[in-house]
C-alpha cells in the first residue's frame, strides 16, 4: 500500500488538488500487480517540457482540468531494487472555467512507463522508490476549443518525470 510524497504540493498556495493511493501484490519475489487511485487538477497541458514555458502562466488553460481515474500496472524488479513499472490508467475529465465552471467532460487514457529504485527500511516494512516516469497519453478526447487551442501547442507526451513514492508491506 502506498501513494506519492508529491501529495504534499498539496499544502501550497496553489494546490493541485494531487491525491494518489496505490495498492500492490507480489506475485512472485520480483512481479506485481498494481491497482492506483489517482486525481488532480492542473492549469497547463502535461507535454510542456521543462525550460522556460514550463511553468509559465502564458501556457495556462482559460481555467483548469480535474481529472479521476483508477489505473492497473505491472511491476518488475529487474536487478537487486532496481524496477520498472508499467501504468495503464484511464481517466474522467472536467473541464472548468476560471471562474469555476464546468463546460465540458472529456476522456484521457495515460500511459506511463517507469523506473525507479526500491529502498526498504524497518524490517522491509517501509519503502521509499526514487524514479523516473516517461508518460504517454494517445487518448484526450473532448477538449473544449479554447483549451485545445492551448493543448494543441505541445506533445502528448512527457518525459523524465520525476516521482518518489512511500508506502507500507504487509
Avoid at 512472485?28 to 502535461?46: E, F, M, N, S, V
Avoid at 501504468?87 to 487514457?109: D, N
Avoid at 506511463?112 to 526500491?118: E, K
Avoid at 521509499?128 to 487551442?149: C, D, Q, R
Wanted: no cysteine; proline share 7%.
Amino acid at each position: 500500500m502506498g501513494s506519492s510524497l508529491f501529495m504534499l504540493f498539496n499544502f501550497s498556495s496553489d494546490s493541485p488538488s494531487f491525491y494518489q493511493l496505490d495498492y500492490g501484490y507480489r506475485l512472485t519475489p520480483k512481479d506485481a500487480i498494481l491497482i492506483q487511485a489517482i486525481t488532480w487538477k492542473y492549469h497547463a497541458p502535461l507535454g510542456i517540457p521543462y525550460g522556460p514555458s514550463f511553468d509559465s502562466s502564458a501556457e495556462f488553460y482559460p481555467g483548469s482540468v480535474s481529472a479521476y481515474g483508477v489505473g492497473v500496472g505491472y511491476q518488475r524488479f529487474l536487478w537487486k531494487s532496481f524496477y520498472s513499472t508499467v501504468h495503464a490508467t484511464p481517466f474522467y475529465q472536467r473541464f472548468v472555467t476560471s471562474e469555476t465552471k464546468k463546460i465540458q467532460e472529456g476522456f484521457q487514457l495515460f500511459l506511463q512507463l517507469r523506473f525507479g529504485y526500491r529502498m526498504e527500511f524497518f524490517n522491509n516494512q517501509f519503502y521509499v522508490e526514487p524514479s523516473v516516469a516517461f508518460n504517454y497519453w494517445p487518448i484526450n478526447t473532448n477538449l473544449p476549443a479554447s483549451f485545445a487551442k492551448v493543448e494543441n501547442k505541445w506533445p502528448n507526451y512527457f518525459l523524465f518525470e520525476p516521482g518518489f513514492n512511500f508506502g507500507i508491506n504487509f
